[in-house]
């Protein structure tokens, strides 16, 4: 059910002119956000956001001379099947918004941000249509697309601060971000190990049985990058949620205008995509949560 057309298919509207670059607060990142709802409500998904809805909205700086003062994040649940353990969630995440209108490049001002991270939002997706038509895992799932990461990881701050399921109950946090560039048969990791060694081990076994190989390099503590600290993830991991950050690296076209949907390699996002379905998998079918054996630096 991970398919290149679909993938293509929601890209292309996540990442349109019309949405003009879906900076939180402005009425493109609001059009985005509830494509994605409608979205989730096809494949019958629980909504999981505020009030019964798809959508948790929260308050926020004024951002880009718009005014704005609040975004949302689009939340959803795949119920797990064992009444013993559907209470506990493997929760994915992505972030839908980005830089929305900025000075012109080349006669382009605007900042669709197909890679960044319309890529991770399009490959959540597809696996939550996977896990929702296909067979059930046995904890449940919680998707959350975070709005305003562009301006300091906001959403992912205000769910793990206000979350809509107990904060105890999610077992692990799986983020994907740019997954559409570069080499196409290597993905870089984040993270994975630094708070449960076992989360670590099954990102390595579930990666090689996906063919892929990982890039370690962006996870080094004094990398340059310190990606680590600026992506959804490390909100979760303050709270001692293990994390794992999928990532296919940086390129030129990074916040600039030309991060188009004519760049990004299709195959690439579906075999990160098909990553994070097994390793999701494997966490929501496991018989106990991974352990926290590690603290973060």
Do not use: C
Not at 170 to 194: H, K, Y
Not at 207 to 232: C, I, K, M, Q, V
């Amino acid at each position: 059910m991970i398919d290149t057309t679909d993938l293509r298919r929601q890209l292309a509207v996540l990442a349109a002119d019309s949405l003009q670059g879906r900076l939180a607060g402005t009425p493109g990142a609001d059009r985005a956000a509830a494509y994605l709802a409608a979205r989730l409500a096809d494949l019958g998904l629980e909504p999981a956001g505020t009030d019964g809805a798809f959508l948790q909205r929260f308050a926020m700086p004024a951002v880009g001379g718009t005014g704005a003062d609040s975004t949302q994040n689009v939340v959803a649940i795949v119920r797990g099947t064992e009444p013993g353990l559907a209470g506990e969630y493997v929760a994915l995440g992505a972030h839908y918004d980005h830089l929305g209108m900025g000075a012109p490049v080349a006669g382009d001002s605007i900042y669709n941000g197909a890679d960044d991270d319309g890529s991770g939002t399009v490959a959540l997706l597809e696996v939550a249509e996977a896990l929702s038509r296909g067979p059930r895992p046995r904890r449940s799932v919680l998707l959350v697309l975070h709005g305003g990461e562009e301006e300091g990881l906001l959403g992912s701050f205000y769910f793990t601060l206000r979350p809509t399921v107990p904060r105890d109950s999610i077992v692990a946090q799986l983020n994907v971000d740019m997954l559409g560039r570069n080499a196409p048969d290597s993905l870089a990791v984040i993270g994975a190990g630094r708070v449960s060694s076992e989360l670590d081990s099954i990102v390595r076994r579930q990666a090689a049985n996906e063919g892929l190989a990982l890039d370690f390099t962006y996870d080094a503590p004094d990398h340059p990058e310190r990606l680590y600290y600026r992506s959804d993830h490390y909100n979760y991991a303050q709270y001692g949620i293990p994390v794992a950050f999928f990532f296919a690296g940086l390129h030129p076209d990074y916040h600039m205008p030309s991060d188009e949907i004519d760049k990004i390699e299709f195959a690439k996002v579906q075999r990160s995509a098909r990553l994070l379905y097994r390793v999701a998998w494997e966490l929501a079918n496991r018989p106990a949560a991974p352990v926290r054996d590690k603290l973060a630096p």
